[in-house]
């Protein structure tokens, strides 16, 4: 957990990109949120490595919502269920239903649906939020948490001269 | 826009994936190879063996070759073998771990070939122990185990007991003649043996004289003293004491033979009905007249009928329940996992994927028929998904003796019972040198046309089957009138009809079979069946008899010889009673005569004297 913290600093607080910061941590949300072993994963994990983003916060963010899913299961099947029986979308996932790369991609599994389409919904509203509070808090916070004593704290941790050292 | 793209991220991503995909074109054949040697072995309880696997990726092929299926009765031999099998898959349900198989060939199929090694399973070994043999000693254990399983088989066996010989009949029924005689003779034995030492007790004719000898002695010539009375008296008394002990002995034989004679009695109206009881019950079991023709048929042609059959229900059994969709535990877990992890939901349509789904799989299988091709469609175990009933459909091609063979069937598993249906037609199946297992009987040559169908719906079955022989052609090695004449019978018949049916359980169906030939041989049958049924009749009553004899001795001499011994104790009884009475009043009688005679003569003295007296006064 320490390690995660001083990690999470260490990002903040070096000349990343926001954009990129951001991003790995919005992707993280279908990693972590959905069940893994998916046909989209799979299409996730390929962006992350082609895609220029910040692989620590990705990694950080997959670990973190691995957690909440926990917590948001049953949210996300109750949606996947109401979606998948929804009378206006029938013909639609009837047609999808029709193929077998789309029944690979397992759409019609409640959890699945469900968590993908709130991964859908707040991965722009999470990148730009996380982009826009990144900015905020280099321009602003940066300066100031570093002297705060929990700062001080975790860069005297062995941790995050072990972390340093690595160059991560 | 390229300072967005990470180019070792690319790499390291495409050496990922090449990685995986060489772990599994190496992995995945081996992977393959031991799950279909572990849970299929799991599910059929006996190995299976396979020889390869393989794996082409351009297209999806999965190739396997030598594999061997155990027969879990016989684990010396396969239910069935092939050589080789080749199974186009489709990749994207593979994805869903969904095995959609759409053509699948086997090679060199055999079934119930020899296997080197034993295919028991090691947790089994106990349990097949008995049943491994060694391979050349497996047909012959099949053929004992079809005969024990045909001793077994009521319908069958019954058939086959219509005309056994006297001594047959005897030796396998029970007898009420064996039970009552039996007890007939136990209860002789303990009333001899009773008789024997009562009688032993009573005196003889020498014993009966060596009384009266002493008596004679004890009662000669006069009394000449107080003492020598009473030496006599003491001696008399000694003979009346035995007389005493004698005549109990008298009492207890008398009793014996009154009990034995009592017992016995009873007993032997009930052992002299026996025979005909007994021959009663068995003229009623083995149809000892002419009717018994009807079960001619099923002699001649059941064991056939039924070994065949036996056959197919086996093979039957062993691949029925593997079509049986296990909904109610995909339920279970669906319902477990809808609370941990969601659950599918199914929609309409045209491309339905369960779990293992062979659309078309066909293969050639080598019997001592000829050559069948069997092209089996919709093999899986959830037909409800598929909406779908297994099709199978095999052909004869190359066939020895046979025009044309076809058997059609449909397994339906779609509700939850279940219903499979077979069809089969066989034309002009030239029968040759055919063992009709009856007075040497032999079907020398014939053409049979079969149609048969059979309905399993659960655990029951109904079939219906019948055979149209034409050109047929009998002959006996026998010697026998009964061959000769069967020969002569069958010699006028050309064609006929052989019909069958089984219905109940499969696992034990009531079978009949019935045909025109049945009323054919029994008109020729009708006289001689008679003669035979006389001789049979007679020789049955000749041997209960025997039988009885053997029991009872010959039970009317025994009881006039009780009636005599009887007499004579009663004859012995009385002589004694009135030797002892007679001697002992004689001699009371001698004492008073004794005594008489001396007041006698006092008296003539005194009347003499008075006589004289009187003259004298005159």
Known sequence: ?168 | MTKWIRWSGLIGFTVLIALLAIFWMFAAAPIIKFSIEKFGSDAVGAKIDVAEVELGFNPLVLSISGVEVTDKSAPMSNLVSFDSAVADLSLFPLLLGKSIIQDMSLEGVEFGSIRKTSGALENNDEETSEKVVEPSAVKQASVSSVETEKAQDKPLSSTSEAIPSADEILAREPLVTVTRGEQFKLSLAEHKKELNESIALVPNASAMKGYQNDLDVVLAGKLKSVEDFKARKKALDKIKAQFKIDQKAIKRAQAAIKSAKKDLGSQWPLLKKAPGEDYKNIKGKYTLDANGTSNLTALLFGDDAGSYAKTGLKYYEKLSPLLASDEEAELIKEQQEKRLTGSFVHFPTDRPLPDFWVKNLSFSAKLPLGEVAVVVKDITHQQDVINKATTLKADGRNMNNLKALTLNGVLDHRNGQGMDTFDLNIQNWHLQALNLGLAGLELNQSNLNVQADVTFKGSDMNAHGQGQFSQAEFSSKDRTVLAKEMVAALTNIDKFVVSGKAQGEFSSPNLSIQSDLDNKLSKAFNKRLQQKQNELEKQLKQKLADKLFSYSGDYEDQLRELNATEGGLGDTSKAMGKMAKAEVSSYEDQLKADAKAKADKKKDKLKDKLENKFKKLF
């Open chain 1, 1 to 168: 957990m320490l390690g995660m913290l001083a990690n999470l600093f260490k990002v903040l607080n070096s000349d990343a990109s926001p954009g990129q910061v951001a991003l790995g941590f919005a992707f993280a949300l279908f990693i972590g949120l959905t069940p893994f072993l998916s046909l989209h994963n799979f299409i996730i994990l390929f962006l992350v490595f082609i895609i220029r983003v910040n692989l620590s916060t990705f990694f950080l963010g997959c670990a973190l919502f691995s957690l909440v899913a926990y917590g948001i299961d049953p949210l996300s099947i109750s949606l996947g269920q109401l979606l998948l029986n929804l009378p206006e979308l029938q013909d639609f996932w009837i047609g999808l239903y029709q193929s077998d790369f789309w029944r690979a991609s397992k759409f019609n599994h409640t959890l699945l649906l469900g968590s993908l389409t709130i991964s859908s919904i707040l991965f722009i509203p999470l990148f730009l939020t996380l982009t826009l509070l990144i900015n905020v808090y280099r321009d602003r916070f940066m300066k100031w948490f570093e002297t705060l004593k929990i700062s001080k704290l975790i860069k005297a941790s062995k941790f995050y001269k072990l972390y340093e050292k690595l160059g991560a």
